[in-house]
């Protein structure tokens, strides 16, 4: 109970006041130190202390005054005192001091919540009160003291004396309940009244006696001395009753004019209040608010002057925000004017009423000028001020700023319900300034959530409880093609496909009961062109600031590019690790071929023409050449194959493919061409752009088998942004664009994913799969890009991308694989042979030792090095095999030339791309031989090596 509010403020008040009236040294302030009660709480009549800041009150006050029976003292003066007004006016409305004490019990309530309170009527001027403590309640002795004395004092009120009150029972002193008798002198009307009333009934008594007894003339004056008399009684009565409500009528009307002050000032201060509250509805400027409460407190405040000055963000100053009632220049030193708060020898009346967040009342500035810093004092010496209020701008604990008030002119003292007053428009203010920052932030707070939503790249969205589309950002009119009007107010799942709509609003369902979040599920959203965009989706509640559940927020980052990427990506690797294999198989397969190749020409050389084996043998040999053709292919498609550039009109190969495919495909199928007169250059091999075009066109032929049309096209194209067409990607840039288009059967979805592969066919064993294959690989070699457009039943479109250039550029030698000339060379020299398949060293060297050449064979780079270092002088040249387990081609080469860096060296490979060659050949090279050649080729690329000029 010691922490419940029970007893009225205006207890307390009534000692402040005692000890203000008669003791004028002790401060109010030192009476209120430590006791949890501000100044402004005391003023505050709605306000309830509770048993621990009574008693630490009281606490203070005996340490400070040593008076005996000081609470009785205070309880005596409590009728009269500001602090007893209201109740005191209240007893008085009763007239009489009987009437007034009958009614303690309903007064009561107004001071003390602590205790029950019965009152019983004795006689016509003795009561008896009875005082119980509520259970829990520890009321200390002093306060059954000042309780005895305020019931001394309600008499007073109407005789002018104290009341009689004895105390046969008290709490302190082990009864249950504290009792006071309660006695009070009558006023002397009362007196008179009782003489006139039984002197008028004695007197009637007696005139009618005497008309019995006297004589009658002795009766008139008789029955005229009674009527002087009474008549008398009668005035003097009166006049009694007169002065005691006069008195009583002058002390209520003291208190009227009290409490009409208290309501005219409480009348402004609510006009005050209220306009105030009118302007921070209106006004969202933190610095325009400020003007226009300065302004309203110049008219409503009874103050001349006002000023605000506010912490800075970093809270390192005060600096001005508004004032009123200063002259022009008085103003501009004000706004000039600013104070550290963060220096800890600052002790001026801003600074501590900021940092100490205490109001200030100061009557005498000149009394407290020892302890301000120079600064202050030079403030206070030239805005001219003596008495002043000034108190923190705060809220929820943290200092804003000051609120500092003066009346220099009229002189008007400060006093404590100014500075309650002053106080609480102080923490209107801070309260305004809070809710103007905390607008402000939340409009910074929406200014950067719309800037970021205007211009992320992904589509935001807010979705209401009913799937409606409320809110969306306009990345919706990059990605989906619509406009803010035309999806506002709409069904999310109007936008999309109609078998994923169950799914989608039970998604949305699960988010909006507060289940789950929903994060990185992937979805399909319809472009307003009616195509599919991929997105990553991203759904959580929409909460409102109760809490409350009011949709949802989706994040749709869309990655429909991004998954062509990937599928482009995982199509080139696959592609690429197809290529490699194929480009590893090429490379053993042309090495078996070589040896094949080999053994058959040995045996051709020893048979006649008309001999039956010759014949055989020349089919091996041809069946050779188809062999060494499809490795060719299989080098294009994986991109290992040689490719022999130059300035090329690509119209021009198109018409040299034209005319021969004129006279060889079928006569039902028309081929039409449509060729960019002004169509520019690329750089390409002739050979293998007329392959392209003669691969395309045979392949839509054989989509045709009942006929059809073929239509081929070249345009100059200009590609302004990277772009994705079928998932291939296209990078932005100057192209010619070769597009073969067929009116054929077409392909499934399934079959058009695998057209590249090598080896992959739909023509029922009729072609090898490697023509497609071919085209890709041929493309891909030259920098370019390739889509295919096709439906089931409804033809298919080739299209061919490819870099055009501005100037023609000249490539460098191309290393080419030599005629075969009729006459074949012998010669005597010694030549080294390098290869690690034991097969071609045997046929390398049966041919060159047949045409008159010594040799030596070597399997392995390490073994040629030894050979040629022991042998030096000797070997005049060596033919070098560039891919070999162990030291390899490449390093051999340089240590041959390190030994000999005449020596000519002839490099030979089934494997390896025309870059690497030319590499090669500027490390030192005599010449390059492509796997499988003809034996003849060899022995006239031996011969030509060996007659270079050394």
């Known amino acids: 109970m010691n922490n419940l509010p029970l007893y009225s403020t205006r207890i307390i008040r009534n000692y402040v006041e005692y000890v203000t009236k008669y003791f004028p040294e002790v401060k109010e302030k030192d009476l209120l130190d430590d006791t949890g ?22 606490r203070n006050l005996t340490e400070k005054i040593d008076v005996p029976n000081l609470p009785l003292q205070v309880g005596r003066e409590f009728a009269r005192s500001k602090a007893g007004g209201v109740i005191s006016q ?32 004795i006689s016509k001027n003795k009561i008896r009160v009875i005082v119980t403590p509520k259970e829990g309640v520890d009321e200390k002795p002093f306060q059954c003291e000042n309780r005895f004395g305020t019931f001394e004092s309600i008499a007073s009120l109407f005789t002018g004396k104290l009341a009689v009150v004895e105390h046969p029972t008290c ?22 009244k009782r003489i006139r009333n039984y002197g008028s009934l004695i007197g009637a008594i007696l005139t009618i006696a005497s008309l019995f007894i006297l004589p009658a003339h002795h009766v008139v004056i008789f029955i005229l001395s009674v009527a002087v008399f009474i008549t008398a009684v009668f005035l003097y009565t009166e006049k009694l009753e007169k002065k005691e409500i006069n008195t009583i009528l002058n002390n209520q009307s003291i208190l009227a004019r009290d409490l009409l002050d208290q309501i005219s000032v409480s009348y402004d201060n609510s006009l005050l209040v209220q306009e105030i509250g009118q302007v921070t509805s209106k006004i969202l400027d933190s610095r325009e608010i400020l003007k226009q409460i300065t302004s309203i407190m110049a008219k409503r405040l009874k103050y001349e002057r006002g000023l605000i000055y506010l912490s800075d963000a970093q809270d390192q100053y005060l600096t001005y925000a508004a004032s009123y009632g200063f002259a022009s220049e008085l103003t501009e030193y004000l706004e000039n004017m600013r104070f550290r708060l963060d220096n800890p020898s600052s002790k001026g009346e801003m600074i501590r009423a900021f940092n100490e967040q205490t109001p200030l009342m100061i009557r005498n500035a000149d009394q407290t000028m020892y302890y301000r810093s120079d600064k202050t004092r030079e403030f206070v010496h030239t805005i001219g001020t003596n008495s002043f209020i000034c108190v923190p701008v705060a809220h929820e604990g943290k200092s804003l700023g000051i609120l500092a008030v003066d009346s220099p002119i009229s002189g008007k003292a400060p006093n404590q319900s100014d500075v309650n007053l002053i106080m609480g428009i102080a923490n209107q203010i801070g309260v305004i300034l809070k809710g103007v920052r905390a607008y402000q932030k939340l409009r ?8 970021l939503s205007e211009n992320i790249p992904d589509i935001i969205a807010t979705v209401d409880m009913e799937g409606r589309i409320t809110y969306i950002n306009p990345a919706v009119k990059k990605i989906l093609g619509y406009s803010y009007a035309e999806v506002i107010g709409k069904y999310v799942i109007d936008f999309t496909k109609e078998e994923y709509r169950s799914e989608y609003s039970e998604m949305m369902h699960r988010v909006q009961s507060g289940k789950e979040t929903i994060q990185s599920i992937e979805g399909i959203l319809i ?45 080139s690797s696959k592609m690429e690790a197809i290529g490699t294999l194929t480009g590893g198989i090429s490379h053993d397969f042309n090495n078996i071929l070589q040896a094949l190749n080999g053994y058959t020409q040995l045996l051709l050389m020893n048979k006649d023409k008309t001999n039956t084996d010759s014949r055989y043998l020349a089919n091996i040999e041809e069946m050779i050449k188809r062999a060494t053709n499809l490795t060719r292919q299989l080098l294009l498609f994986s991109r290992k194959a040689e490719i022999r550039p130059q300035p090329l009109d690509l119209n021009e190969e198109i018409k040299k493919c034209f005319d021969i495919l004129s006279q060889t495909v079928a006569k039902m199928i028309t081929i039409t061409l449509d060729l960019a007169p002004d169509l520019g250059i690329i750089n ?67 079959v058009k994913e695998r057209i590249f592969e090598p080896f992959y066919t739909t023509k029922d064993g009729r072609g090898t799969g490697l023509g497609l294959a071919v085209v890709y690989g041929i493309v891909k070699n030259h920098s370019g890009a390739i889509t295919c457009q096709s439906e ?34 012998k010669g005597k020299e010694t030549i080294l042979i390098v290869d690690d398949e034991e097969m071609l060293l045997e046929t390398g060297e049966a041919i060159l030792t047949r045409y008159g050449y010594k040799t030596y064979i070597a399997k392995s780079g390490e073994e040629a090095i030894r050979i040629f270092a022991q042998e030096k002088g000797t070997i005049d040249l060596v033919f070098l095999d560039l891919i070999m387990p162990g030291m390899g081609g490449q390093k051999c080469l340089d240590a041959l030339l390190k030994i000999d860096s005449s020596i000519p060296v002839v490099i030979t490979s089934g494997y390896t791309a025309g870059v690497d060659a030319r590499n090669i050949l500027d490390k030192g090279a005599s010449g390059f031989l492509n796997k499988p050649y003809q034996l003849q080729t060899l022995v006239e690329t031996v011969r030509r090596t060996l007659d270079l000029p050394k």
């Open 90 to 121: 209240y007893a008085l409305g009763f007239i009489t001091p009987g009437t007034a004490y009958a009614m303690l019990d309903k007064l009561h309530s107004r001071v003390s919540k602590a205790t029950s309170q019965k009152v019983e009527p």
């Open 444 to 451: 910074e707070s929406e200014e950067r959530f719309r800037n």
């Open 527 to 571: 472009h307003k062109d009616h195509r599919e965009r991929l997105f990553d989706i991203n759904l959580a509640p929409n909460l409102d600031s109760d809490n409350n559940i009011t949709g949802l927020v989706a994040n749709l980052k869309d990655i429909t590019q991004q998954r062509m990427l990937e599928t482009q990506l995982h199509h």
């Open 37 to 58: 009660i501000t100044p402004y709480q005391l003023d505050d009549d709605g306000h309830w202390l509770t048993q621990d800041q009574v008693d630490r009150f009281h």
């Open 171 to 192: 709490v302190h002193r082990g009864d249950k309940s504290c009792t006071y008798i309660i006695s009070w002198d009558q006023p002397r009307s009362f007196l008179w």
């Open 684 to 750: 390409a091999d002739a050979s293998q752009m007329g392959q392209i075009i003669m691969n395309l066109v045979l392949n839509s032929c054989d989509a045709m088998p009942e006929g059809g049309k073929i239509l081929i096209t070249s345009e100059n194209e200009t590609v302004h942004e990277d772009i994705f067409i079928d998932d291939v990607n296209i990078n932005h840039g100057q192209y010619i664009k070769i597009c073969v288009a067929d009116t054929g059967s077409g392909m499934t979805r399934e």
């Open 792 to 825: 089931y039943g409804r033809g298919t479109k080739f299209t061919i991308y490819l870099p055009r250039i501005d100037e023609p550029r000249q490539e460098g030698t191309i290393i080419r694989q030599s005629d075969v000339e009729d006459s074949i060379l």
